[in-house]
């Protein structure tokens, strides 16, 4: 009868649970607006120079995660959201810490890095921590996950430093699962962090990075990761918005003033020294690393950086 062979099928979730249990696999779950998730699995400690810093962080009321019997086995745990900050359509940052009020979470990108190096927690930093200036509480300045340390803003988020996305970063997932081809993807992928994910635009993961490229979610997780283990890092100090404010409003009453003053010639030399003024930006954010979200220059793409985490697609 159908139920009979229906009852003799295996378990494919317990099946799945097995498989992850042999391998050092982090999960992914997504942070909810509304309390009808769940709570994700804590996998890590956390330690604090300074104030323990969930005041300061991204809140969420519960979570879409996976199956129980899947986070037990699972080596990890980490949150696959983006910043609710960036309501542009342009990814930038990414959140690597989050509470639900009682605890913190990582990102995946964050716990990926833990689970690849071994290490037990995280050391979060606060602005109050000794050798910090004595100002911002406990807003987050630095997170260090076992050899590796990187900053973040107040908030605990990253600075993405995207470079161009390329083909030979991905592995199709049919070819993972071909057996005629296993072999020869064992060295592309043995020692790497691998991040699973899909590229379907049906399944409305694929996001737009400020070079303009559309890419599926889970790269900018791999691009987190890469620049973390490379030591590139964007910085966006906290007077750069008002900065940026006074400079535009500056810059637009001395033009007028002029051309109503002495006329177009004088307005012409201040649009000069405004094409200076975003060089400036340009030649600051590529040797210092510092942005404005309003002009971002085209990131450099590296060819001197550590083996990249690899992305597994559908």
């Not at 906290?238 to 940026?244: L, M, P």
Request: glycine share 10%; with cysteine; proline share 6%.
């Amino acid at each position: 009868m159908p139920e009979l062979k229906a009852q003799a099928l295996p378990d494919t979730d317990a099946a799945f649970a097995e498989a992850i249990a042999r391998m050092p696999v982090v999960l992914g779950y997504a942070l909810r607006s509304d309390a009808d998730g769940g709570t994700p699995a804590s996998k890590a400690g956390f330690a604090y120079a300074g104030s323990n810093p969930a005041a300061s962080l991204p809140g969420f009321p519960s979570a879409l995660k996976s199956l129980d019997m899947l986070e037990a086995q699972a080596a990890g745990s980490g949150s696959l959201s983006l910043s609710a900050r960036d309501t542009s359509g342009i990814v930038r940052r990414i959140p690597m810490l989050v509470t639900n009020g009682e605890a913190l979470f990582p990102s995946l990108s964050m716990e990926a890095l833990r689970v690849a190096q071994g290490a037990s927690g995280y050391i979060v930093r606060s602005a109050d921590a000794s050798g910090e200036l004595a100002v911002g509480g406990a807003a987050v300045t630095e997170v260090k996950v076992g050899a590796v340390s990187f900053p973040t803003t107040a908030i605990g988020e990253l600075w993405v430093y995207f470079n161009a996305d390329r083909k030979d970063r991905y592995i199709s997932a049919a070819d993972v699962l071909d057996p005629a081809k296993r072999q020869e993807l064992q060295s592309e992928i043995e020692g790497r962090i691998i991040y699973v994910g899909t590229s379907s635009i049906g399944l409305f993961d694929i996001r737009t990075t400020p070079l303009g490229e559309l890419v599926p979610g889970v790269s900018v997780h791999a691009q987190a990761t890469e620049q973390i283990l490379s030591g590139n890092f964007l910085a966006r100090p906290d007077w750069a918005y008002g900065a940026e404010i006074i400079a535009t409003v500056a810059i637009g009453l001395i033009v007028i003033a002029l051309v109503l003053a002495v006329g177009a010639g004088w307005a012409a030399l201040i649009g000069g020294v405004a094409a200076a003024l975003y060089a400036g930006r340009c030649i600051c954010f590529a040797r210092k690393g510092c942005c404005s979200i309003r002009s971002i220059p085209r990131p450099r793409t590296s060819s001197s950086m550590p083996p990249r985490p690899r992305c597994s697609m559908c």
